[in-house]
């Protein structure tokens, strides 16, 4: 009977501290929208995370319980175009902050990369698992975007540095060294060409390609965004009474003591996102004659989607005149197959960079046994519009057609988006 007491007491004072923490994240944090798979965005607040993967969001007066195979999408992520960035070989980006120590911010030896962030604190990683370092970065989004192709493109059989000037050295990264010159800090670079070492002020250095090394492909379920920009992708994420916990793809451990630093989560693998999908044809039709390809996960000059001022991370831009086909995914369900998914759910909208030009007309369309059919066809969308709910159930359809549509002034300025365009 006194250890039913005692349970129950703390079974009791769990739930109570539940509830306070949960209070305390809903009245920190602003709602933001959340997108869930069959229902419409609503505005929500994160106020837990289990970490079995089940999330506990307040939606008006009611809180709700989601699972991860229920998530799509809660708010977008912040871009920090001011600042260095780590990546790493699952893709996530931790944003360096400015030490307070003197030393650097990046110090690196020959096996680890320890970086100073703003909300992490000091985080240290084996350099094998890290793909490259956006060191001075220019603080303009499409030529940082361009920045970091270029340097995941470098071959991988050696550490590459790329230097502000535009010179590319192949060879070694050695180590970097901070000293007091002249009473102020001061971090430099070694690097090793063939036999010979030189060393570099690291604010000559706009960015570092690291030699591949051999680790297991990771395995990505939830990306987390932080409100100083770092984008992590994630196997778990647990929101505790000092702060929270997380497990990145790669296996590192993170921690943070405030689960207000947590701005953004999206669903990685379920549901079934188009841009991940390879294409069974494209065509582009322009009105006069300049050729756009379509772009997964990017916008039309290769920077990140953005409508309103928001990034989106998942999507894809298409100019008019065009038209990107799929074939839908099939499974084998008790002995038959059988297709996978029920709906197509996106929104549509105009990418910033029309600058409130541009006007499209967007079209689902479906092919089934009877052919080519047009299932949603959008009112003329103009740049600055807010972004089109687009939910076109499949029904028993083998193919789905993405259409672009040119409307005023022919295709100028038409840069369509389908955000988080995906299969349900």
């Not at 029904?395 to 369509?416: S, T, W």
Request: with cysteine.
């Amino acid at each position: 009977m006194m250890l039913a007491g005692i349970l129950t007491t703390a079974s009791i004072a769990s739930a109570i501290l539940a509830a306070i923490m949960a209070t305390s994240l809903a009245q920190a944090q602003p709602p933001r929208q959340l997108i869930t798979v069959g229902h419409p965005p609503e505005n929500a607040t994160l106020v837990a995370c289990d970490p079995d993967g089940t999330f506990q969001f307040r939606i008006g007066e009611e809180t709700r319980q989601i699972t991860s195979n229920d998530l799509v999408r809660w708010s977008t992520p912040s871009l920090d175009l001011h600042k260095s960035e780590l990546v790493l070989v699952d893709g996530s980006r931790l944003v360096v902050a400015e030490s307070w120590t003197g030393q650097g911010a990046l110090q690196l030896d020959e096996e680890n990369v320890s970086v100073t962030t703003k909300l992490l604190g000091k985080v240290s990683v084996p350099r094998r698992l890290v793909q490259t370092i956006l060191w001075n970065p220019p603080a303009e989004c499409l030529r940082r975007t361009h920045m970091l192709d270029r340097l995941l493109a470098f071959p991988k059989d050696n550490d590459h540095l790329l230097l502000t000037n535009g010179d590319i050295l192949a060879g070694q990264l050695l180590q970097t060294k901070s000293e007091q010159v002249a009473g102020k800090s001061r971090t430099t670079v070694s690097f090793k060409i063939r036999e010979a070492t030189t060393s570099f002020a690291a604010d000559r250095v706009a960015g570092v390609a690291f030699k591949k090394s051999t680790v297991p492909t990771p395995e990505r379920g939830l990306a987390i965004g932080l409100s100083d920009g770092s984008y992590l992708m994630t196997t778990a994420l647990q929101l505790t009474k000092g702060g929270y916990k997380i497990k990145l793809a790669s296996g590192i451990h993170l921690t943070g003591t405030n689960p207000n630093d947590i701005i953004h989560l999206q669903a990685l693998g379920k549901p079934t996102y188009l841009s991940d999908l390879e294409a069974a044809e494209y065509s582009h039709r322009p009105y006069l004659d300049i050729p756009w390809p379509y772009q997964p996960d990017r916008n039309l000059q290769g920077g990140p989607l953005r409508v309103g001022g928001k990034i989106y991370n998942k999507g894809i831009a298409m100019h008019s005149e065009s038209r990107l086909t799929f074939d839908l995914p099939r499974a084998k369900v008790t002995g038959k197959t059988e297709f996978k998914h029920k709906r197509f759910v996106a929104q549509a909208a105009i990418d910033d960079l029309a600058e409130n030009g541009g006007s499209v007309v967007f079209r689902v369309l479906l092919r089934s046994d009877a052919g080519w059919q047009t299932a949603f066809s959008s009112p003329v969308l103009r740049g600055g519009d807010q972004p089109l709910a687009v939910t076109v159930e499949l029904k028993n359809a083998k193919q789905i057609a993405l259409v672009a549509n040119y409307a005023d002034r022919g295709d100028e300025r038409d840069h369509a988006n389908w955000l988080d365009a995906r299969l349900e």
